[in-house]
């Protein structure tokens, strides 16, 4: 039976018109690692409560692992597991007992319970730390514990929401390992959804887009990058002179596509560093005061500002 995703014109709206997500199609393939990216408020938690059927779409349709998620929702979650951003561990348990609770809860016998609960242990690396409370556990041994927690059933596809949000860096990159692992090792079909672009560009092999409520963008992070055809020129311009510098630089040959941020102005231009002398020359003889001026390639975060007109930070 597959364990991919397919969605299509999945939609939710709250009572009173408040319309979270309008419609969105994709589809994510067996065994591969899939990258959602969107500020608070794009749509993103409410299209992954759809998916992980935590909400009920009021239009559209979502198969997850072959299931419908509206008609069938209990066999979707015997598919999946979750790992949500907002864990909710018991703090007076230890790592070993909080394992083995759910590996009962989902119908183990005690025998297999305490074996599947030693794996797991292993695996996320907290073999040493299993006869502590969780009370006693960092952020990144919690997010670890939440890991092998929605991993008990062996799951078919993985919902990470979130993962490494307020995680510090050497955590950070012993999630994304353990991700890489269980994608690799097992096959593990992973929809993870995050504000990170570094974390989608490292572990995703395709990422879609969400922007008010709908997909903007979708395809391989290398696509997406090059599917700007230009390097990323960005002028830091006070302010006050930022309208009017856009002007004056939109009108410089060869400028694609200029755009107004929250330090300056970034421009699209095929030949970024043989532009810089031009601009900068535009300006100074406008008298517009500049900073910095950088060029470099296109990122997730120039994918981003093309599809939405800001960047991701900024938006989150």
């Keep these: 039976m597959t364990a991919g995703i397919e969605v299509e014109g999945l939609g939710r709206t709250y009572p009173g018109g408040v319309e979270a997500v309008r419609s969105v199609d994709l589809s994510v393939r067996p065994g591969e690692v899939f990258g959602f990216l969107g500020p608070n408020g794009?749509?993103?938690?409410?299209?992954?409560?759809?998916?992980?059927?935590?909400?009920?779409?009021?239009?559209g349709r979502a198969l997850v692992a072959g299931h419908d998620v509206a008609r069938d929702p209990e066999r979707v979650r015997l598919?999946?597991?979750?790992?949500?951003?907002?864990?909710?561990?018991d703090n007076l348990q230890t790592g070993r007992e909080l394992l083995a609770f759910h590996a009962r809860l989902h119908g183990m016998g005690r025998r297999s319970a305490a074996q599947r609960t030693d794996e797991?242990?292993?695996?996320?690396?907290?073999?040493?730390?299993?006869?502590r409370q969780v009370r006693t556990y960092s952020g990144g041994m919690r997010r670890r514990l939440d890991l092998a927690i929605a991993l008990v059933h062996r799951p078919r596809v993985l919902f990470l929401d979130e993962p490494t949000t307020g995680l510090d860096p050497a955590s950070r990159l012993t999630v994304w390992d353990e991700v890489r692992r269980l994608n690799r090792e097992d096959g593990l079909t992973v929809f993870l959804t995050t504000?990170?672009?570094?974390?989608?560009?490292?572990?995703?092999?395709?990422?879609?887009i969400i922007a008010g409520g709908t997909i903007v963008a979708d395809g391989t992070p290398a696509g997406l990058k090059a599917s700007i055809g230009a390097d990323v020129v960005t002028v830091a311009v006070p302010a006050a002179d930022r309208p009017g510098a856009e002007r004056l630089l939109a009108a410089l040959p060869g400028v694609q596509r200029i755009q107004v941020t929250g330090d300056g102005v970034t421009l699209y231009v095929p030949d970024g560093p043989g532009?810089?002398?031009r601009l900068v020359t535009a300006l100074n003889a406008a008298e517009v005061p500049i900073g910095a001026v950088s060029t470099s390639s296109p990122t997730l975060d120039d994918v981003f500002l093309q599809k939405t007109g800001q960047?991701?930070?900024?938006a989150a």
């Design 120 to 131: 797991l242990l292993e695996l996320v690396d907290l073999t040493g730390a299993a006869g």
């Design 311 to 314: 960047r991701l930070a900024a």
């Design 42 to 59: 794009a749509g993103k938690t409410t299209t992954v409560r759809m998916l992980t059927t935590l909400l009920a779409p009021t239009r």
């Design 275 to 277: 532009t810089v002398a």
């Design 195 to 208: 504000q990170y672009l570094e974390e989608a560009d490292v572990l995703a092999g395709r990422v879609a």
């Design 79 to 89: 598919a999946i597991g979750v790992a949500l951003q907002e864990s909710d561990l």
